[in-house]
């Protein structure tokens, strides 16, 4: 059997089913601290192209390799070059360029209040920008139904006819 990735161990422990429910609680909650933290860091300098192996930004940020891959799944999508994640280890070389809009609406999407109300968003975008994309990302995910024709509405294609004697008729 082959080994398995830091990623998939990650994943193991974070999503198990069967974990008591407590203990997971505890987990993400310790987490969810650690990733503030994270992001408090990253942000005050947003520009900054942060590079390393895992290991090292494990070693930089003070946390577990496996929560600094992790950290690594979660920023992925928000990355201007995403990670190869799914084959890294502790040697790996990885950035964490992210997209300031991108990780801005990822985290709207996650609803993760906890990241986009970070104060630290305030110095890169106005309450007007923060508004604008917080709008952005959250009208993204809503469908919208189109208004159905009735039988007896004026058809659209503007012949004047009722939809059911005109382009109704053929369906």
Not at 65 to 86: A, C, H, R
Not at 93 to 107: A, H, R, S, W
Not at 149 to 167: A, F, L, T, W
């Amino acid at each position: 059997m082959a080994e398995t990735t830091i990623l998939e161990q990650w994943r193991k422990i974070a999503y198990d089913q069967n974990a008591d429910k407590n203990k997971l609680r505890v987990f993400w909650a310790k987490y969810f601290e650690i990733e503030k933290e994270i992001y408090e860091k990253l942000l005050a300098n947003p520009d900054e192209a942060v590079t390393g192996t895992v290991q090292e930004l494990a070693d930089k940020y003070e946390i577990e390799l496996q929560t600094m891959v992790g950290f690594l799944d979660g920023i992925n999508d928000s990355l201007k070059e995403p990670n190869p994640i799914e084959e890294m280890d502790a040697n790996t070389v990885v950035n964490l360029g992210f997209d300031k809009e991108v990780l801005y609406k990822n985290m709207v999407d996650a609803k993760a209040d906890w990241l986009y109300e970070l104060p630290v968003w305030d110095e890169i975008f106005t309450q007007e920008e923060k508004k604008k994309l917080y709008l952005e990302q959250k009208k993204s995910g809503t469908i919208v139904k189109e208004k159905k024709i009735g039988r007896n509405d004026p058809c659209p294609c503007g012949s004047g006819k009722k939809y059911k004697k005109c382009c109704g008729a053929n369906k």
